[in-house]
C-alpha cells in the first residue's frame, strides 16, 4: 500500500493554498515553521487561521515577513540555502525540484540560461517559505506520492513587475506543458509558484484515483468570491497496488488465401471489412505464384467462433477459390485504452501491461487523424503532442496502470468500437 495524496486544483493553486491544504489536514504548524527557519532562520512567521470562502470552510496561511531584507536571488543561491539547512533529505529533494522547475520556466520566458535567473516575487522570503513549506508538510504527512487533477489557471490580464501580462502568466504557460488545463474564471487562478509545486512533486495529472481516504484538506486564497469558492483541496489516502495481470494464453485460427488477380485498389476495403466484421488482425503479405506471378496472400487471424463467417467473407470479398485455415495458440498483454487531452478534445492512447505495469502506450493513429484534420493541423505535429500528454499523465513504460483504463476503443456514447487488433 502507498500513502498517496492527490490535489484539487479545480479552483486554481497557489503556493500559501497548498501549504493551508496541507496543514488543513493535519501538518503540524509549528514543524512545518521549523523547517522553515532552517532555510530562512528569523525571516518569516507562519500562523493559520479558519476561513470561509464562497460559504465553505478552510484554512488561509499567512506567511509574516520579519525582515525588510528581500534581495534578487539566483537558482544558485537558493539551491545553496536549502543544501546548507537542516532538513530531511526527501524536503530538501522535493524544494529542489520545485525551484528547479521554476528556474527553467523563468529562464525560457526570458530568453536566458537557467544560471543566469534571478527570481523577483519567487525568490522573495514568503514564496521561499510556500515552497519549503509545502515539502516539510508533505513529509510530515508521511505522503509517499503525489497526483492531480486538472489546474483551473483563469483568464485576463494581470499588472506584474513586467508590466501589463496575459492571464496565464508566461512562466504558468511554460509549467503547464503537457498538463491538463482550465480557465476556470477570470484573474489569475495559479501562480508560477502553486504550478510548480503541482508538475514537479505530481507524478502525473489524473482525475481522482481510487483511495482509502484517511484525511482531507483545503487552502484559502486571498480573495473571497461568491460564485467560486477558492480554495485548493487535497485528499489523501492508501493506494492499493494494481492487482497482477499475467499474459493471457488463447486459442486463434489463422485464415490465409493466396490472390494473384484482384485489383489492388480493392484491398484497403477487404481488409476494412474483414476488422468490421469482427477480425482480430488482417493483413497482405506479398508474394510470387507460378510463372513468376506477383500475388499477395490474405491473412486473417480470427477467434475460432468467427472463423466460418470470415472465411465466407473472404471468398465474397477476393477472387479466391479457396481459404485454408490453422489453429495457433497465443500469448498476449492485458491492452486497455486511456484518453488524453490534446487541444481541447480527447485522444486515445493504447496502453500494453503486465503484471500491473505499463509496457508500452501509443496514441491511436486513427483518431491522431481526425484531430488533425479537425484543426488543420500537421497529423506530425499532433501526434508529437498526443504523446507528449501521455507521458505528462503518466503513461511510461514501469509506470503502474493508471485508473480508468477503457477495455475497449469505443466510448461511452460512441458508435461500434474498432475491433482490437491480435
Known sequence: MTRHLWIDASAGVAGDMLLGALVDAGAELAAVQRSVEAVIPGAVRLTADPVLRAGQRGTKVEVEVLTDDQPERHWSDIEAML???????????????????????????????VADVHFHEVGALDSIADVVGVCAALHLLEVDSLSAGPVA???????????????????????????????????????????????????RCEDLPPLLLQASGSGAGTKDDPDRANLTRVLIGELAAPAPMTPTRDTVTVLEANVDDLDPRLWPGVLTAL????????????????????????????????????????????????????????????????????????????????????????????????????????????????????????????????????????????????????
Not at 189 to 203: C, K, N, R
Not at 290 to 305: D, I, M, N, Q, S
Not at 340 to 355: E, G, I, T, Y
Request: aromatic share 4%; no cysteine.
Open 83 to 113: 543544501e546548507a539547512a537542516d532538513l530531511p533529505d526527501a524536503v530538501r529533494d522535493r524544494a529542489r525540484r520545485t525551484f528547479n522547475q521554476l528556474a527553467e520556466a523563468e529562464a525560457a520566458v526570458h530568453g536566458i540560461a
Open 153 to 203: 489557471v483563469g483568464s485576463g490580464r494581470i499588472r506584474t513587475a513586467h508590466g501589463d501580462i496575459g492571464v496565464p502568466v508566461p512562466a504558468v504557460v511554460r509549467l503547464a506543458a503537457g498538463w491538463r488545463v482550465v480557465a476556470g474564471g477570470r484573474g489569475e487562478l495559479a501562480t508560477p509558484t502553486g504550478m510548480a509545486l503541482v508538475v514537479a512533486l505530481s507524478e
Open 275 to 422: 476488422l468490421a466484421a469482427g477480425a482480430l488482425d488482417a493483413w497482405l503479405v506479398p508474394i510470387v505464384m507460378k510463372k513468376g506471378r506477383p500475388a499477395h496472400t490474405l491473412a486473417v487471424l480470427a477467434r475460432p467462433e468467427d472463423a466460418d463467417r470470415l472465411a465466407d467473407l473472404v471468398l465474397t470479398q477476393t477472387t479466391t477459390l479457396g481459404v485454408r485455415r490453422s489453429s495457433w495458440e497465443r500469448t498476449t498483454l492485458q491492452r486497455g485504452w486511456f484518453d488524453v487531452a490534446v487541444d481541447a478534445d480527447l485522444v486515445a492512447v493504447k496502453v500494453a501491461s503486465r503484471d500491473g505495469r505499463v509496457l508500452s502506450a501509443t496514441p491511436e493513429f486513427a483518431e491522431v487523424a481526425q484531430l488533425a484534420a479537425a484543426t488543420q493541423q500537421p497529423e506530425r505535429a499532433v501526434l508529437v503532442r498526443a504523446a507528449a500528454a501521455a507521458v505528462q499523465a503518466g503513461l511510461l513504460s514501469g509506470a503502474p496502470v493508471p485508473d480508468g483504463l477503457r477495455t475497449t476503443l469505443e466510448r461511452p456514447g460512441d458508435g461500434p468500437a474498432d475491433p482490437p487488433v491480435g
